[in-house]
């Protein structure tokens, strides 16, 4: 490994110290209880020396967000050819809803720091983004599987739109709200919920 890459690498490795470190900090203290300099404090550093990768506490939260928010992408990912899109559009609902509240800390600060940052709107955009699966909902329309009064475009928005407000409820609920059983119940209903909405014919 040449010194340049080498030097990358740390930095990288460094980054991700102070990301883990302030995420720490923020659930344990809620964000008005950041602070740069007790950041620095926890990682034994100097403020100059977190300042040259973070301008300030915003600045962490967005890297925070990205971090959060791309986690989708790997599990949309995985396309399966064979699979009817309808069933994998569904499956990969489930899959995503379920892997997403495992993370409850993560969705918890995704959602605090919305609301900090007064960048709500963003990320659900982001997240729709990130996680777009309008072209399987496409494919089963032109297999007539899916219903066609409404576009795929219109559809992935109503079932995106309401897996935010899902994930977002699960986030901010009370530990003592919080059953693992019946959350898990949830993700079923409303998958299969998004079955009858697809598949309703229009008119």
Known sequence: MDQSAYF???RKKRQQEILETAKQIFLAEGLEGFTMQKLAKMLDVSTVTLYKYYKNSEDILLALQSEIVALGIHITSCKNAEEEPLEY??????????????NREDLRLLFLSRVYLKNANTVGEDIAKVTDMSGWLKQAQAE??????????????????TNLAVLERIGLMDESEYDKKEVKKWIG???ESYRRYLQISGG
């Open 189 to 191: 209903q409303l998958t």
């Open 89 to 102: 559009f569904l499956a990969t609902m489930e899959k995503f809803l379920s892997e997403s509240v495992k």
């Open 144 to 161: 007539g599987t899916v219903r066609k009064d409404f576009s795929a475009e219109e559809m992935w928005r109503f079932v995106s739109e």
């Open 8 to 10: 990358e690498q740390m």
